[in-house]
């Protein structure tokens, strides 16, 4: 049984790039290499226990299991903690790239209201030529007004309201958004390889023997606490 070309910790490296000092990343590719290790020690101790001919069959694979996930237990936390840092770096790149700073006085926040407004009660057409318009002239007011708020509030769907955000963002953020889709696609890949890993390692045993062998141990252990 091989394990998979998903659990390798290239899948990762192409989504580092040239940020070779990004710890964020490299924690995610360490995590994954650190995986595909621990599973492929983890197959090979399997091979090893499942020849013990002084155990029983079913205690063979139950032993190999049990030394197989205590192996692999280490690198899905590693995994885990690096897609934890990783999400929060995204989502705090998402508030960032959403839009520019919102009013946080009675007059700004008025005077947004008053633009979504009249965004509002005007033609697709009309309102969509004049966002874009105030993306290519930075007019901060009425972006503020419509980039931080619901689309509804503008008369936008959800989807154009992503388009102004992202060509905002383009504009303003290109980098931020470069590494938003890197750490992305790097938290894909390690949560991939992290569920093979986890599948590759749950095969290498069989599960009804594990399951017998379990069974026997706790008819030994009544039958040895009814002779106390």
């Not at 309102?127 to 503008?154: F, M, Q, Y």
């Not at 008369?155 to 955000?165: F, P, Q, S, V």
């Not at 894909?188 to 026997?216: P, Q």
Request: glycine residues 4%.
């Amino acid at each position: 049984m091989n394990l998979s070309p998903t659990v390798h910790e290239a899948t990762i490296a192409r989504d580092i790039g040239k940020d070779s000092d990004d710890h964020t990343l490299q924690s995610l590719h360490d995590a994954v290499k650190q995986t595909r290790e621990l599973a492929t020690k983890a197959a090979a101790t399997t091979e090893i226990v499942l020849k013990n001919e002084m155990r029983t069959m079913a205690a063979r694979h139950k032993d190999a299991r049990a030394a197989s996930f205590e192996l692999l237990k280490r690198a899905t936390q590693s995994i885990d903690q690096a897609v934890k840092t990783a999400q929060g770096e995204i989502a705090a790149i998402r508030t960032k790239t959403k839009g520019p700073p919102a009013s946080k006085d009675a007059i700004g926040e008025s005077r947004e209201r008053e633009i979504r407004e009249r965004l509002y009660m005007l033609p697709p057409e009309r309102r969509d030529h004049i966002i874009s318009s105030a993306i290519k002239n930075d007019e901060h007011l009425l972006l503020s007004a419509v980039l931080n708020s619901d689309a509804w509030l503008s008369g936008l769907t959800e989807n154009e309201l992503a388009l102004h955000r992202n060509a905002w963002a383009s504009k303003h953020h290109a980098a931020d958004l470069d590494r938003l889709e890197r750490l992305s696609k790097a938290v894909d890949d390690a949560n991939r390889a992290g569920s093979v890993a986890l599948a590759f390692v749950d095969g290498l045993t069989n599960a009804d023997l594990v399951a017998k062998a379990e069974h026997m141990e706790k008819q030994a252990t009544a039958a040895l606490a009814a002779v106390k």
